[in-house]
């Protein structure tokens, strides 16, 4: 068992090992790129359209003539491909010659066997003379050593020279000190293909766009980075847009910004993260098939945050399993957003405890998320202590939604003292629901006021219900105009109530329609007609009264019915009393009786009334003075003095 263990433990460090060697291989290649882009060539005409041996032989033969070209050339040919012993009395002996391409190649020969400072020299020689891609080499030097300002002079003799490598390594310099003058040599290096250059260039312009948008000093509304949000068990995720951080380049429906051109070309040259942005800023756009494309692009290079995205983007597609094995992919490369969407989908499934691995996975991998999904598992199965450590830890590392909820817990212990600061803190963290709650919180000490001000905070952020009491302290005061905005806003987000009171305060509005007139054009149905129908679709019993009401007035018997009977059949009275009426009237008299003694047990004193009558009619008069009685408990006033008046008549009937 042991030898297992430690057999499995080789196997995990191998492929530790492998897939760092790959990444410093990655490295090595880009290095050796750069070290080709420093070797000059310029001897090297003809290097294209003949075979490389017959070229190395041909500059071999006139170099032994003292060519110098070819010496230059062969030198270079050789360095190009590792051959240092080989190379080195070839370039020596052009650069005697004073040859400008061997000087800056000697330069580079000796910067790769050690000799930093003689391989500076024969740099600044090939420089003064004109080489671009000395000038590069001999700025990178002075950079690495701490010298800007001798750094800058080389550099920006190479970039004017029209060397990328030179333009971008400026640029960077240059941006280091949040100098303006970087993005112009980006864009110089961008354009000569420099794909490092292509991604950062976009990145500069689309923070630029996002300053103008918004303002230096305004967050706005911004693509969730990762890390930043919370994914719930119930599999509710952020999408592909939401993983590449900062601010999408082009809006939805918009035309590609200049941004988002320069992402395109990184991304085309294989830069992974300029693939990533791309696919976001198309995801936002509704172009998922290109992005699916290029975040799969991205996948495929390494880039966890665009498996993730991908992982989204084919989870909103309905195929829930490829998406798993790209969210495993990037989780297993320390993606802390994907192991949070495997335990959303492994909790979604029902399987508690591989959900649970996964967020912790995501918590160990630094995503702050993983803690507070771990306190919704817990809370969904009653393990409330264990829910509260995981929130505290999740709000102790300021993540908002594990504040508020960690709040809720406490206010539902009773302690309310406690509750409180949770609740400003993640209120004060853009937290719309802690807003809400502060606001019941200080409404359940009678602190209306204060209550207020919460819910217009919560309501300014869209929070339906907090929208709700804001309308209705509005309507408390008198502001009429104020209400409404408030409640449009809340029946808009899908709140019965706030329709109803909509609707209610529309209604008053109305002019008397005055006495129906037989064989008049039925009316069309009025905007608060249309909001009562909205809450009364959603089961508002008040709401379906009034539209079972408006729709009597107009002659709509039937309609009137069928809302009648849907308040009455939840549990309204004046739905039960309303449909009793409607049936007497269509002489269903008995099955009226039926719902006005539903109506009158309800407490409903008119029902009561009508059936007493209806007993005094049948002859049934202790049946009656009985109904009136009810009738005189439950009132209002009128319907009292009446009740009493019919049960005197009744009993000097019975007693003459």
Not at 151 to 156: C, K, M, N, S, V
Not at 326 to 354: F, I, P, S, V
Not at 536 to 548: E, K, L, N, P, T
């Amino acid at each position: 068992m042991v030898f297992m263990g430690d057999r499995a433990t080789l196997l995990k460090t191998g492929r530790f090992v492998q897939r760092h060697a790959r990444n410093a291989a990655d490295e090595i290649i880009e290095a050796v790129k750069a070290v080709d882009a420093a070797v000059d060539t310029t001897a090297e005409t003809d290097a294209d359209s003949e075979n490389e041996t017959e070229v190395e032989a041909r500059h071999r033969r006139a170099a032994e003539h003292g060519d110098l070209a070819s010496m230059s050339a062969l030198g270079a040919l050789l360095l190009r491909r590792g051959d240092l012993d080989g190379a080195e009395p070839y370039l020596r002996a052009a650069t005697a010659e004073g040859d400008r391409a061997a000087a800056n190649n000697l330069g580079v020969l000796l910067h790769q066997r050690g000799y930093a400072e003689e391989a500076a020299g024969w740099w600044r020689v090939a420089a003064v003379a004109g080489s671009a891609p000395a000038a590069h080499a001999l700025g990178r030097h002075h950079r690495e050593r701490g010298d800007e300002p001798a750094a800058e002079y080389w550099l920006r003799q190479a970039a004017e020279q029209g060397h990328a490598l030179g333009a971008y390594a400026l640029a960077d310099l240059l941006e280091h000190r949040s100098d303006v003058g970087a993005e112009r040599w980006l864009r110089a290096a961008a354009e000569q293909g420099h794909r490092e250059a292509a991604y950062r260039l976009a990145l500069a312009l689309e923070r630029r766009a996002t300053e103008t948008t918004l303002g230096p000093h305004d967050t706005g509304a911004r693509l969730r980075v990762p890390g930043t949000g919370a994914l719930v068990p119930t599999g509710a995720a952020a999408t592909g847009a939401e993983i590449a951080a900062g601010r999408p380049a082009g809006e939805p429906g918009g035309e590609p910004t200049e941004a988002e051109q320069w992402f395109r070309q990184a991304a085309a040259r294989g830069h992974r993260r300029a693939a990533l942005h791309l696919g976001a800023i198309l995801e936002q756009r509704g172009e998922l098939k290109e992005a699916g494309r290029w975040y799969l692009s991205s996948a495929k290079e390494g880039e966890a945050k665009a498996a993730c995205a991908l992982g989204f983007l084919l989870r909103d597609a309905g195929d829930e399993e490829s998406a798993a094995v790209w969210w495993l992919r990037a989780a297993q490369d320390g993606d802390g957003n994907a192991a949070n969407a495997l335990g959303a989908l492994h909790a979604a499934r029902g399987e508690q405890q591989t959900a649970e691995r996964w967020y912790r996975a995501a918590m160990d991998a630094g995503d702050v998320n993983g803690a507070y999904n771990l306190g919704l598992l817990c809370a969904a199965q009653d393990r409330i202590p264990q829910a509260e450590q995981w929130y505290r830890r999740a709000a102790y590392a300021g993540h908002r939604e594990a504040a508020n909820a960690l709040a809720v817990l406490l206010l539902q212990a009773g302690d309310a003292n406690g509750a409180e600061p949770w609740f400003s803190k993640a209120a004060e963290a853009g937290s719309v629901d802690a807003a809400f709650n502060l606001g019941i919180l200080h409404a359940g000490r009678d602190d209306d006021r204060t209550a207020l001000v919460w819910y217009e905070r919560a309501a300014a952020a869209g929070h339906t219900e907090a929208a709700l009491q804001v309308g209705i302290a509005a309507l408390r005061d008198g502001d009429e105009r104020t209400a409404e905005r408030h409640l449009r806003c809340a029946a808009g987000g899908g709140s019965a109530e706030a329709a109803f009171r909509l609707a209610s305060v529309l209604d008053a509005r109305r002019p008397d329609p005055g006495p129906a007139v037989l064989g008049a054009s039925r009316e069309e149905k009025t905007e608060c007609e249309e909001w009562y129908e909205r809450a009364a679709q959603q089961g508002h019993r008040r709401a379906q009264v009034r539209v079972g009401m408006l729709a009597a007035g107009r002659g709509d018997l039937a309609e009137a019915d069928r809302w009648y009977r849907e308040a009455a059949e939840a549990g309204s009275r004046n739905g039960a009393f309303n449909l009793g009426l409607l049936l007497a009237r269509e002489g269903s008299e008995r099955e009226a009786a039926l719902w006005w003694t539903r109506a009158a047990r309800a407490g409903h004193g008119r029902a009561a009334l009508r059936l007493a009558l209806l007993a005094a009619r049948r002859g049934e008069l202790t049946e009656g003075r009985r109904w009136c009685a009810r009738a005189v408990e439950l009132g209002p006033a009128e319907v009292a003095e009446r009740a009493a008046r019919l049960s005197e008549a009744l009993h000097q009937e019975l007693t003459a």
